[in-house]
Every structure is written in C-alpha cells, then in structure tokens.
C-alpha cells in the first residue's frame, strides 16, 4: 500500500498492513528464521533484531496493523490470549490490586484468584451488572489494574469505558478493556480512554480456528509497557512465525467476517427474542437488554456476534437443546466463520457464576435461516 495515504481501516486489513512494492509479493511472507547476521564491523544488519524470541519480522506487519486499528502507540503479540494478559499482570509489585469483573473469560478469573493469592497481590472481583460494585472494588493508591470485559462473556454485559476509564483515573489505576468480542471493526477501547485493549486473537482476529494467540495494544508507550514487554521477552510467550503468518492472513478478512457475524448474531436475537421456550435472550443489540443503550455509543457498526440463550426449562433442558443441534457445532471457543455453541456451566465446572441454563452461542458466516431454522427444530425437540 502507498505509504502516506490515509486509507480506511477495513482496506488497510483486507491488506494486512503488507506493501507489496518491498519485495514485489503480493501476500506477506513467511519469515523463520530465529537468527540474523551481523556485518564485518560486527552491526547488526538488520536494525534491533539479533534473535527472534520477541524480535522477529513477522510481528512488524500484524503488530503496526492492530496499533493502527486501535489507535495505540503499539502492539504485542503473545503465544495465547493468557500469555497476553498474564504478562499484564507479571509487570505489577506485590501488594498491588487488581480489581476484576466476577463474569469474565473463566481461565483467567482462576489464575488471578490462584496467582494474586500467591505472590502478595490483591484480587477484587465486581459484579459487573451492578454499577456500584466497581466503586466498591477500587481502592485509592492499591488498585493499579482496573480490567473489564465487554461485552462480558457469556451474559453479555456491557461495561461503559469512559465511565471506567474516569473511574481508574481517579484512583490513579490503568483501565485494561477486553475487547475480544467487538474487535476493532465494533469498539476502539482507546478512543474511550482505555490505556491497554487485550484481545485473545485466537478468536475473531484469526477467525479460522487454527491459531492460538493474544495480544496487547496500548495508548502510550510508558514505563509499563516497557515492563510487559520485558515481561513477554523474558518468559519466551512469544508466537511462532507460521502462527503469526496464519494470524495475519485471518485478519485479512476481519472487518467482512465482524460484519457479517454481527448481522446474523442480531437476526437471530430478533427472531427468537419473547420465545415460549426461553427465558430470555441475551444480547445487547437488543433494545430489552439493560446495556443496549451503552453499547450503541461505543459500538459502532453492529453488536458482535456473540449471544446467549437461557431456557426456560432449565440445565436439563438446555443440554438437550444442545444435543438436538445438526448445524451449530458443540465446540468451545468463538469468533471462526462457522457457528458454536456450549453449555458454559457444565465447561467452567462447579465453581462456575455461570447460570445452569445458559447456553453461549458463537455465531458465524453462514446464512442465518439455516441457523434460525436448526435453533427452531432444536427447541421444538425440547
């Protein structure tokens, strides 16, 4: 792409940052190699880059691409989406806070609870559904690390930045968002205030299925950027060069796949929204869900793809809902080109807040009568 032009950000993706005038190549390319050379004074040849744990030129394009989409002063990538967050928190001092939402991505909610419990840090986890818990959970000169989540997975909460990232500012705390769910196609967290936006690519970034991955994006450069980055340098939870092409060549069709599982996502929230066999249906694209009119000021251009139903039967009910389904495929995880669907509190396990009837459903490209229809055959099972 011509350097200098401003080209809107779906065309800079659909790209992937990569100017094929460099080399004359049309798709980024694959680079592996773990070394680079010096020359006979001894200079690296390459500016910065000796060895490829954290230097290697596979991150250049992926990582100027999301700080590009997010408007951060920068991006890391990481090996897994906990590796990311993990080195948020391994770049705080014991005796400092974190305050973190009770309904969140589970994998992490039980390392913070393991982790802080034992390297001297304190853990306060709010019930993001009630906007006074937040208050409540920060603390004056200990919280360092307000996280959110939102839309919260898998009740779909929505957490207001701005008022968060007021809120962390008061008591001088760093306001990190996961922004997993909307991407940057949905809600820019730093245009809301946010001072790191986290994502685990492995979802709707990649989008494909086949990557594991995480990664980080900050609104300046400071001290405590640095510390993560050293953080991520130092552990080696570094993503491999093939993993990072495959990541790259995902996001190339981001804004199309957010676009489309959005509206597919919303047709289904509309079509079965008051159904006699559900309790309710979350998502905030609807306008009975309490968060809808937050998510319409930072959402812009659709809901996400994601929603929740609650049947109205209860848990037995609900895993036979599941166990009708021919087109969702019962799968954990979210954000690829086909459909998923999982009973969230028999996966988190006993300890789950996750209600006993909820089922989480990751909605993907495909049309969406097929999938209004097989939702209906399965209920009609029920």
């Not at 360092?144 to 990232?165: F, Q, R």
């Not at 995880?333 to 009837?357: K, M, N, Q, T």
């Amino acid at each position: 792409m011509s350097e200098g032009t401003k080209w809107r950000p779906a065309t800079r993706t659909a790209h992937g940052g990569h100017d094929p005038s460099t080399h004359g190549d049309v798709a980024p390319p694959l680079r592996p190699s773990t070394n680079f050379a010096r020359d006979a004074a001894n200079k690296l040849i390459a500016s910065g880059r000796s060895y490829s744990r954290d230097q290697s030129p596979s991150y250049s394009e992926p990582e100027a691409l999301l700080a590009g989409l997010e408007g951060g002063a920068g991006a890391m990538l990481f090996a897994s989406g906990m590796a990311a967050a993990t080195a948020v928190v391994m770049a705080l001092q014991p005796g400092d806070r974190i305050a973190a939402p009770k309904v969140m991505y589970w994998g992490l909610r039980d390392w913070l609870i393991e982790f802080c419990g034992q390297w001297g840090m304190g853990l306060d986890l709010y019930d993001n559904a009630d906007p006074k818990a937040l208050g409540r959970a920060l603390q004056p000169g200990k919280t360092k690390i307000l996280w959110i989540e939102t839309p919260a997975n898998p009740t779909w909460d929505v957490m207001d930045i701005a008022a968060c990232a007021v809120a962390a500012k008061a008591v001088s705390a760093r306001l990190v968002v996961d922004s997993t769910v909307p991407t940057p196609v949905l809600t820019r967290p730093i245009e809301h205030g946010a001072d790191i936006v986290f994502h685990s690519a492995t979802k709707y970034l990649n989008g494909h299925g086949d990557v594991v991955a995480g990664a980080l994006i900050a609104a300046r450069a400071d001290d405590f950027w640095t510390k993560i980055g050293s953080v991520r340098a130092h552990g080696g939870a570094v993503l491999g060069p093939f993993e990072t092409w495959l990541l790259l060549r995902g996001m190339r069709t981001l804004y199309i796949r957010v676009a489309r599982a959005s509206a597919n996502a919303l047709a289904i929230a509309q079509h079965f929204d008051g159904h006699p066999k559900l309790k309710v249906v979350l998502y905030p694209g609807l306008k009975s869900h309490p968060g809808h009119d937050v998510a319409r000021r930072q959402m812009d251009g659709g809901f996400g793809g994601m929603l929740s139903l609650r049947v109205a039967g209860g848990a037995k009910e609900a895993l036979a809902l599941v166990a009708n389904l021919q087109l969702f495929v019962r799968a954990t995880s979210l954000g690829g080109v086909e459909s998923l669907v999982e009973h969230r509190a028999s996966i988190e396990g006993p300890d789950s807040p996750v209600p006993p009837d909820l089922l989480r459903l990751s909605i993907g490209i495909e049309e969406p009568e097929d999938l209004i229809a097989d939702l209906e055959q399965a209920l009609a099972a029920v």
